[in-house]
């Protein structure tokens, strides 16, 4: 069994609440006390990524322009840059500790368990 089971489909179908979690969740926890950076950066990212998921060209996609590929670079940029908003914009306790969650969980599912698209070859050693 391979641990690649996040297809197009299921990635489709988990972007909307994540979108929305990145709106809602940093007001529930009352991050941004220390440094109000973040707060906004997780609303403004939950935004711009509920503004990506309706472009995409996928399941739950509404204009489908973008390709579902460029969907998924965005996302590993995200995924790098939460986990680098801490130390580069000094966040602290449950601040910091948010990004790094958020960070690893956007990098293991798009880079570890992602499956490649049909069309798409597996990611694999290359052979001489």
Known sequence: MSIRF???TVHAYLDYPVALSLIA????????????????????TGVAALLLTVLTDHGTGLVR?????????????VGLVFIAAPVVLGFHGLDAAYYWANGAAVLLVT?????????????????A
């Open 25 to 44: 969740t940093p007001f529930v926890l009352g991050l941004g006390r220390d440094n109000p950076l973040a707060l906004w950066l997780s609303v403004a």
């Open 65 to 77: 322009v973008l390709p579902y590929r460029f969907h998924l670079l965005v996302d590993r940029l």
């Open 111 to 127: 880079v570890v368990l992602s499956a490649p698209e049909r069309d798409e070859p597996a990611l694999s050693p290359a052979r």
């Open 6 to 8: 996040v297809t197009k």
